[in-house]
T-cell receptor, first 113, second 116 residues
Framework: KAGVTQTPRYLIKTRGQQVTLSCSPI?????VSWYQQTPGQGLQFLFE???????NKGNFPGRFSGRQFSNSRSEMNVSTLELGDSALYLC????????????FGPGTRLTVL | AQKITQTQPGMFVQEKEAVTLDCTYD???????LFWYKQPSSGEMIFLIY??????QNATEGRYSLNFQKARKSANLVISASQLGDSAMYFC?????????????FGTGTRLLVSP
């Protein structure tokens, strides 16, 4: 069974640009969550999606948005990039909102110059 | 608010020895789940073990066991017979409610170094 796929793996952008990151879950997994990991703030929850609906959102500005498609793939978008958005963005998938195992992807490392 | 505390920034252990990584948590929820993840230098988070707040037995998964002490709000990870490949960051995490939402609150992590 293929694992969680995240694309791209690495991204370099400049301030003010926008970026879209993609997460393809394990086959059969319909719950997708996104996390931001930085050296200063650690791992922080961004959003959670299930059946194309955002079920939960972390404490991030409106520049951070996401969506989930009917095939459970999810994208997150960051507009008007700031230097502080440089981070490792991880997505995690589960078979259901109550599943006890969340499987993480390899992450997308975003650098904002 | 839920909070996870990992007080050990770094731990050193020799190969084949056992090591305990500490984790304490704070929550007002009665129903919650506790998780441990391993993050090698590659960045991917690897699920290790899960403990539900109502589970009476401590969770075990191969060489990993979770020492769950509910009254003390601690969920320490025990790795038996350490291997060189165990060198990584280890994160303790809590799910705010045991069912319904997948949001995890993470601790700051412990870096484990296993020496030959």
């Amino acid at each position: 069974k293929a694992g969680v796929t995240q694309t791209p793996r690495y991204l370099i952008k400049t301030r003010g640009q926008q970026v879209t990151l993609s997460c393809s879950p394990i086959s059969g997994h319909r719950s997708v969550s996104w996390y931001q990991q930085t050296p200063g703030q650690g791992l922080q929850f961004l959003f959670e999606y299930f059946s194309e609906t955002q079920r939960n959102k972390g404490n991030f500005p409106g520049r951070f948005s996401g969506r989930q498609f009917s095939n459970s793939r999810s994208e997150m978008n960051v507009s008007t990039l700031e230097l502080g958005d440089s981070a490792l963005y991880l997505c995690a998938t589960s078979d259901s909102p109550s599943g006890n195992e969340q499987f993480f992807g390899p992450g997308t490392r975003l650098t904002v110059l | 608010a839920q909070k996870i505390t990992q007080t050990q920034p770094g731990m050193f252990v020799q190969e084949k020895e056992a090591v305990t990584l500490d984790c304490t948590y704070d929550t007002s929820d009665q129903s919650y789940g506790l998780f441990w993840y391993k993050q090698p230098s590659s960045g991917e988070m690897i699920f290790l073990i899960y403990q539900g707040s109502y589970d009476e037995q401590n969770a075990t998964e191969g060489r990993y066991s979770l020492n769950f002490q509910k009254a003390r709000k601690s969920a320490n990870l025990v790795i038996s017979a350490s291997q060189l490949g165990d060198s990584a960051m280890y994160f303790c995490a809590m799910r705010e409610r045991d069912t319904g939402f997948q949001k995890l609150v993470f601790g700051t992590g412990t870096r484990l170094l296993v020496s030959p």
